[in-house]
């Protein structure tokens, strides 16, 4: 019996009735539905319920009932043990979760009969160490990304890329975007789109004040090193635009893809490109 | 006997031993040296101390010891009296600071002969109502900013133009620049290059994710309104880099060309396009 | 009683029909009706022709059935008498046309009336010389562009503005547009948008190699000069996209405002940034 | 004895002078020398001369005397047989050529001591189909440009990936380039840099006006397919900006990874971020 972990994001209004839908149409299909204590006792279902701390290692699959956010969040999460992942989009249409409402029956019925394919996307990892050891670690879906304060001096970095120094960047800035990323911060800053088939990282500056300001692709076994040349006033790394980390001007950076993949169930024979068109279509592109 | 106020940037290390350079080559040129209390007391020179709030309203000239940054400072506290001002760098070639060190003598000469054009540059006013009271009013010679805090989501602007609703504008932050500050955070943001000839208001998205993502140029005679169409949080307005000030979700800001302007005092025949070049040889724009 | 030129894009299916229509319309609202020859016999209206020649100075006003381009093929022949015109829109909403089909009577009536404002619109002169001798001159409305053939390697250009050298361009051309060209060909090459209230010239680079790659936006009174520095192979110089010139390699270009403006009809109070938001919805900018 | 053939290009007035003196070196070191029958005339060398067509098939190594277009060009010549090549640079110095005319005795002996490495360029084919038969292919190691002529109105190109219909493309031109090509032509319009230890292809439209305006990164394996939507006037298809193909409206272009790869001989540790940055620092990026 295949385990099935269910995160509803409570804050969107229709996300208790859906998950109970859904909890509803998993059991019948024979998935056995476990969930974070929390979220079971507020559907009032605690016989569903696991201590959060112990529920990616037995899942199967995972399934987030939110918006493109509430994935990143559960991708980041879930990750290291690469169980394949889809999300059920309470929002608008989105880059990455795959089923409306209304198609709840078929994806789980699809799910069932094994009717998916599952789809890499490689993560971005950045580790902190000071004075030689690692302080922190973050990892991202989306992106990495080095910025000033509102009260700060455009930064100063100095970039090495597979140790060699590749240049100075004075920007606002630095975004390290995975494949997945380059459709959300990256491209508001210049940076090109890459197909999640590549396994790349995008480097692109966010108003960059010198003459290296280009966005650069990079191989996905690539390790990007920065250190500040200046001392940086009020700088922050932050991980997928939801998790961040105030840096120091000491602080060395390692940037690099991550071991462990994000797995995508897809449902639909639904191409990258296809998502693309209705995007600029829709003018959010 | 024309008064010519002196401000020195103490900041700078050489800026006392230049300013009192200045002020013994000014008194010999028949020119009446005021400063500011503080400033004259530093150079053990009480006789010259003036009440700061005093100062500009005797001033037939003003000069700032320091970079570009002294200048635009000094370019926004000046400006209502339109009071010819210059600037001697200390640092290294600004766009705004006219006269080396080592060109004092001559650059004194000139002032005294009147050997000089004066030139006219605009400055952008904002002015922040709440419930219909302005609340507040800065001013920039370089531009006035509205940007998101590091935690916050992007901006969702609505843009009035004269009057007109030009767009919505999701993005980071949205810069408004005079012809002076379209080679500073503008240019860096992917504005264009202004002449300080013309008189315009160029605005500049900073990290537009929306269509409306293009620099638009304005006439200076434009009113440019903003509201915020989603509650910001953490949002500010900042003058030059250099003064701000903090939103609120209610707010309004209207931007325009302030009714008076800075006067540059020019020595030399340099023009604009001229330092540009420069500017791009030594791989600084 | 006042005459108006009557100038139907025969090219257009409907041309003749709404010719018709238009002319009969403004015959009974009282005023003159002049044609080209040409085109009065292709509506079998003899009687309202005129020799092509003799035909703008007579004129108080000129009308142009067709679309944006037929509008500035007609302000660059009309010109130079100032005569206010507009244009009666046979294809899709552009910029510069004003009027609709179904919108002809009351267009008379207001053109009658008086009930309209005349918008100025500046243009755009190119001067070519060689050995010391103006050898043509072309005029835009939108723009002119330096740009190299298919098989020709980039263009390397010097750019003075005002007589000072302003650097060298590496580029496959150069566009220098009016503010009514700034949403045409100058924006797809990555130019600012400029109100056309504002009286500059945007000189925007083609796919630039050089440094200087950056829009450059300046006053309607600077002179901009072009000589080559590389024997130029296939260089074209053309006005609007629609005339245009082979240049040699001696060939100087000297670029300034044109001393008169088109004059524009407008009926309806329709700012330009209105239009710029249409625009952006039907994602044609 | 290993045969290495040498392809001098004559145009640079050094080339003859280098050519016998490597010849004299490689000859020393033991190496068979092999050159074109008519470049061997040119150097009265007549022993040392093949015929053209006889020539890849049987060279272990290639040397090209002249600049980077000289090398791309030798590229596309031999690497169907995937020959590994390196370029003596006669001008100044390029992203490409590896060896100057002064180390040439310290290349030689490196050469025959196997001190190298072997880099591989992933090479972009382009296929032109008439009603369903090929009637052309080109091959780049920069890139594939499809272009407008000077008179043409803008293309209208409609673009699939991997048989998905990406969207429609209205602009001066696409080019697709290889990683290689990234710093060339695809840089002036736009495009990132990308590392040539990537597999990928990069779409960067020329003079984009259409919403669909971003550089697009995809994988090596991806097929581009383009057709035009309207009649082209004048359409070229070229090939590192060397070798050209006229287009007509009915014609199919498929795109694509070419199956095999250049082979670059890499004499010294020099990383291709070393160059960008000293081609940054040059003002040539």
């Not at 990495?144 to 304060?149: A, D, H, L, Y």
């Not at 995008?202 to 960059?208: G, K, S």
């Not at 650069?216 to 998790?243: M, R």
Request: charged letters at 25%; a negative charge; one cysteine or more.
């Amino acid at each position: 019996m295949k385990k099935i972990g269910v995160f509803p994001l409570f804050e969107k209004p229709e996300a208790a009735r859906v998950a109970r839908k859904l909890i509803h149409l998993l059991a019948q299909a024979g998935f056995q539905v476990v969930m974070e204590e929390e979220s079971a006792a507020r559907l009032d279902a605690a016989e569903l319920g696991c201590r959060k701390e112990d529920l990616p290692a037995q899942l199967d699959y995972g399934v987030v009932l939110g918006g493109d956010g509430a994935l990143l969040s559960l991708a980041r999460r879930l990750y290291p043990w690469e169980i394949p992942i889809f999300g059920i989009n309470l929002g608008h249409l989105g880059f990455l979760t795959e089923v409306e409402d209304k198609e709840l029956e078929s994806a789980v019925e699809k799910l069932r009969r094994g009717e998916f394919v599952v789809e890499n996307r490689i993560m971005v990892n950045a580790e902190v160490t000071s004075a030689g050891k690692q302080r922190a670690c973050l990892v991202g879906l989306n992106d990495i990304v080095i910025s000033k304060g509102l009260f700060s001096r455009m930064l100063r970095l100095e970039l090495l890329i597979d140790g060699f120094f590749t240049g100075m960047l004075a920007a606002d800035g630095l975004i390290v975007a995975t494949p997945t990323g380059s459709t959300a911060y990256s491209l508001s800053a210049g940076g090109p789109i890459v197909s999640p088939q590549l396994s790349a990282l995008v480097l692109t500056p966010i108003c960059a004040h010198s003459l290296f300001n280009r966005p650069l692709v990079v191989d996905s076994n690539a390790v990007i090193e920065i250190k500040f040349t200046a001392p940086p006033h009020e700088v922050l790394l932050t991980a997928d635009g939801q998790e961040c980390l105030g840096l120091e001007a000491e602080d060395g950076i390692k940037i690099y893809t991550a071991p462990h993949r994000t797995k995508f169930i897809r449902f639909k024979e639904k191409s990258f490109y296809h998502i693309l068109r209705e995007k600029v279509k829709e003018g959010k592109l």
